[in-house]
């Protein structure tokens, strides 16, 4: 899978940042419990990654709203 935002912004459609991170929460859980076989935790590991990048993804959109609304005000004194 390529770091291009692709899937970020497709499961940012059906994943919401609080269902993302709660999903990852528990693939770490299941990751650190260890007692997977070596499939089963690439899998784990690439869901990880996937649910990652998803919450990135909201995290830097709420930045940039954040940004534009502080910037707003400060702009319309000058």
């Known amino acids: 899978m390529t770091d291009d935002g692709t899937?970020?912004?497709?499961?940012?459609?059906?994943?919401?940042?609080?269902?993302?991170?709660?999903?990852?929460?528990e693939v770490v859980r299941r990751l650190e419990a260890g007692g997977t076989s070596l499939e089963d935790s690439l899998a784990l590991w690439e869901r990880g990654e996937e649910l990652a990048k998803v919450c990135r993804h909201w995290l830097e959109g709420a930045r940039a709203r954040l940004d534009a609304a502080l910037a707003g005000p400060a702009e319309d004194e000058a």
Do not use: F, N, V
């Open 7 to 25: 899937a970020a912004s497709a499961a940012k459609g059906t994943l919401g940042y609080e269902q993302a991170r709660d999903e990852l929460i």
